[in-house]
């Protein structure tokens, strides 16, 4: 009997490469985005766009190093409210479903997204 592993989600999105592209859409479409738009207006984009792949790659089975600061104090001194937090996991879904990304995949990263709610809002 043999058994195949499901590939690490970070295969099945394309790697490095196709998380950086989705990460990209996810943070154009928070930019234009009316609930949390505002949030983003000193931010570098480039700089978020990495740091949201690396922390993806990092926590979806890739080799990379997240080198940014963990969830509680990135989002400390923020209140970000609840309705702030459903627009940003909307944001993420548009930005698979705009990658094609299947409907196995999509649920387990809104799983990980709902795990770190605590970690983001009401700081
Ligand atoms: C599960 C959901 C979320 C994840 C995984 C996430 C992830 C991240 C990461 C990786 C960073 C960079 C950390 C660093 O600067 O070292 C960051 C920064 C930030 N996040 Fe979030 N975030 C989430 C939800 C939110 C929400 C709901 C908001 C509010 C609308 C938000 C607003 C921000 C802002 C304003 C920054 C700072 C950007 C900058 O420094 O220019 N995040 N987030």
Redesign the pocket.
């Known amino acids: 009997m043999s058994e195949t592993a499901t590939p690490t989600l970070y295969d099945r999105l394309g790697k490095r490469p196709g998380i950086e592209a989705i990460a990209t859409d996810i943070f154009n479409n928070h930019k234009s985005n009316p609930i949390?738009r505002n949030?983003?207006v000193?931010?570098?984009p480039a700089?978020?766009i990495r740091?949201?792949t690396e922390?993806c790659c990092a926590g979806f089975g890739g080799p990379e190093t997240y080198t940014?600061?963990d969830?509680i104090t990135?989002?400390t001194g923020?209140n970000?409210n609840e309705a702030?937090?459903v627009?940003?996991c909307d944001d993420v879904l548009s930005a698979l479903d705009k990658h094609s990304v299947g409907q196995k995949e999509k649920d387990e990263i809104l799983c990980i997204?709902y795990s770190?709610k605590n970690q983001?809002v009401h700081l």
Do not use: K, P, Q, W
């Open positions: 949390v949030r983003y000193n931010s570098d700089t978020v740091l949201v922390m940014g600061r969830m990135a989002h923020m970000i702030e937090f627009a940003v997204l770190l983001i």
